[in-house]
């Protein structure tokens, strides 16, 4: 598990470097937190209207206990922890953030690729700068 954090950090880290993401709403300064605390929001929210519903679920696991343990998580990314903190939880989930890519726009830093670590790549659908066609899974 803490090997998979890990490797999800430095995915976000490279994300935020090399890449533009732009939106209905403009440019997206940090998607992976944005992504992340969208996520974790609407998890936050099943999990209220599931103890609701008298749904407990596993023992251990009240809302409070699942608070603790996406803060526990977060903690391994201090852009993420400081987005979550700073972030109007309010807020409701962005409509763009979807499993889909329609209606973002993404462009790579020319030296995005140099020096990348192939294992990065299975992780990542990447779209090849100037050859939209190749798409690699």
């Keep these: 598990m803490c090997y998979a954090r890990g490797v999800a950090v430095v995915i976000f880290d490279w994300i935020r470097e090399h890449s533009t993401i732009i939106g209905s709403r403009g440019i997206h300064e940090d ?18 209207n599931a103890m609701e519903q008298q749904l407990t679920g596993a023992p251990h696991c009240s809302s409070a206990d699942l608070l603790r343990q996406i803060e526990n998580v977060i903690q391994c990314d201090k852009r993420l922890f400081t987005f979550w903190k700073n972030w109007d939880k309010k807020v409701s989930l962005i409509p763009e953030l979807r499993f889909s890519t329609v209606g973002l726009s993404v ?3 020319a030296d995005a690729f140099k020096g990348l670590q192939c294992e990065m790549l299975l992780f990542l659908p990447v779209v090849l700068p100037n050859h939209p066609q190749v798409l690699i899974r």
């Design 107 to 109: 462009t790579w830093s």
């Design 31 to 48: 998607l992976p937190s944005l992504y992340v605390c969208s996520t974790i929001k609407a998890l936050l929210l099943y999990k209220k």
